[in-house]
């Protein structure tokens, strides 16, 4: 599974960005697909997590009503959609998939992940 991320960029507080994620290679609608970020000198954590188009979502505490993970599997994408930015949210988004979606979650097990989109929010 090849994953490639886009729709990185440089925003003002407030502001809205839609990341977007491409699937590839040995990819079907049943992986579960999601989004995490790093930023500088911290942690990956977990932001948003889908299912299955029109399935379950979960979002962490920080993003929760700012950011919309969607999918459109006739066209093996996945989006996010960030409004309200902050600049804590600035860091590097990765888009991840995995068959079992609480894996994805946690971050364990075998994830597909792709190498990042970069976001910058500026007060």
């Known amino acids: 599974v090849q994953l490639v991320e886009s729709g990185g960029g440089s925003v003002q507080a407030g502001g809205s960005l839609r990341l977007s994620c491409a699937a590839s290679?040995?990819?079907?609608?049943?992986?579960?697909m999601g989004w995490f970020r790093q930023a500088l000198g911290k942690e990956r954590e977990f932001v948003a997590g889908i299912i299955r188009s029109g399935g379950a979502t979960k979002y962490a505490d920080s993003v929760k009503g700012r950011f919309t993970i969607s999918r459109d599997d006739a066209k093996n994408t996945v989006y996010l959609q960030l409004d309200s930015l902050k600049p804590e949210d600035t860091a590097t988004y990765y888009c991840?998939?995995?068959?079992?979606?609480?894996?994805?979650?946690?971050?364990?097990?075998?994830?597909?992940w792709g190498k990042g989109t970069q976001v910058t929010v500026s007060s």
């Open positions: 290679g040995r990819y079907n609608f049943n992986y579960a």
């Open positions: 991840v998939a995995s068959w079992v979606f609480d894996d994805l979650v946690a971050d364990k097990g075998l994830n597909y």
